[in-house]
Nanobody
Framework: QVQLVESGGGLVQAGASLRLSCAASGRAFSNLAMGWFRQAPGKEREFVAAISWSGSTYHADAVKGRFTVSRDNTKNTVYLQMNSLLPEDTAVYYC?????????????????WGQGTQVTVSL
């Protein structure tokens, strides 16, 4: 089992920045690929970004150039730096882990999920 705990969400104005963190425990973190997803009210959970064990990254088009995923294997933590936030970024953000070293964008490819952290962006 892998336990994931997100933190860093909050209420900000459009244009602001936030950094989400996700602390992992229970497995060798370096063997896990990590992803960030988000779910807005009434919408499907969607892929945001992912990072492989080696640091290769992939970002959804909607956040490319504004969000950056990174990881610190010494701290068993993955981050999502979110800049230039927009009201449409409002959602619950979830951290996910898969027992593979490669990046995936599909929800079903992830084995473990955190409880989510709310991000609200106002005008």
């Amino acid at each position: 089992q892998v336990q994931l705990v997100e933190s860093g969400g909050g209420l900000v104005q459009a244009g602001a920045s936030l950094r989400l963190s996700c602390a992992a425990s229970g497995r060798a973190f370096s063997n896990l690929a990590m992803g960030w997803f988000r779910q807005a009210p009434g919408k499907e959970r969607e892929f945001v970004a992912a990072i492989s064990w080696s640091g290769s990254t992939y970002h959804a088009d909607a956040v490319k150039g504004r969000f950056t995923v990174s990881r610190d294997n010494t701290k068993n933590t993955v981050y999502l730096q979110m800049n230039s936030l927009l009201p449409e970024d409002t959602a619950v953000y979830y951290c996910a882990a898969r027992e593979s070293r490669s990046i995936e964008t599909g929800r079903s490819r992830y084995d473990f999920w955190g409880q989510g952290t709310q991000v609200t962006v106002s005008l």
